[in-house]
């Protein structure tokens, strides 16, 4: 994904000003009836992460992710999900011919109501902001910005049965997402947004069922980081504000209020918005906020990797998944 500068932070004060959005000093009192009793694995996220990186870098066309995509689809099915394997080919900004293979796990795949969530398991092939410029043509092993959104759909997925919302749920594997433009590339594709997530604009111009849609989605991109906090996404305010605001609530119901301040972050380029603008589903970002730019420090670097991964933070957006999805009525 790609920060749009531009937009950083000026546009979004005004946004929440006019929206008007809670503020964090008149929190109401959590209802302890309401706490979802089922508890995510953070070791077990854990270990879904590291699972995904001993592959290897997952960059489009290699080896590792073909087995990745295997790994992910065998998982999935193992919890007791439908699949289905969403495969064609892309064209990359350079030119590259990309075999993309979005897969979609679906827990209830007769219920009409339907909620999606999604994070893309493609590695970037290129550590294009590691400080050592040396290092700008090796691939990002992709621990955050890829494994950690999986791992946490996995984790989902093992306990869905046990939560048993009334409503179908997608977890849906984008490939290709982080194949965008870097700085070497000719301007106009360095300028062309659409450089980025190739597989979610396939998948929302192609959705896998004619005519599939949901009431609302949840991305989850890079949501593994050491130190990360996730602050409101101006987009995800935009088209589906009164999902981050539940979402939001949700946190702290998870005891993971620290991790998710109810503030504005920047303007991100991300699999969300052909979610949004295409398949018309209100979808939210849940994506780290860094005020001095770039997410977290290993984002697109060769540091990305299962050591920078904390724990906790998995289990501080896994948890308030699961929060939000208990209290999701039909
Ligand atoms: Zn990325």
Redesign the pocket.
Known sequence: ?NTKLLFFLCLAPLLMACKGSKSSGDTPAIDSALVCKVQFDADSAFHFVKEQCDFGARTPNSTAIQRCGDYIVAKFRSYGLDITEQKTTLKGWDGTSLRCRNIIAAYKPEAKDRIVIAAHYDS?PWSDQDPDSTKHRLPVMAAD?GASGVAVMLELARHIHRLNPAFGVDFVCFDA??YGAPYWAPESARNDENTWCLGSQYWSKNPHRPGYTARLGILLDMVGGRGSKFHYEGFSLQNAQDVAVRVWDAARYAGAADFFPQANGGYVTDDHIPMNTIALIPTIDIIPFNPNGGFTPH??TTTDTPDNIDPATLRAVGQTVLQFLSQEKL
């Open positions: 994904m970037r910005d997402e982080d984002w697109h």
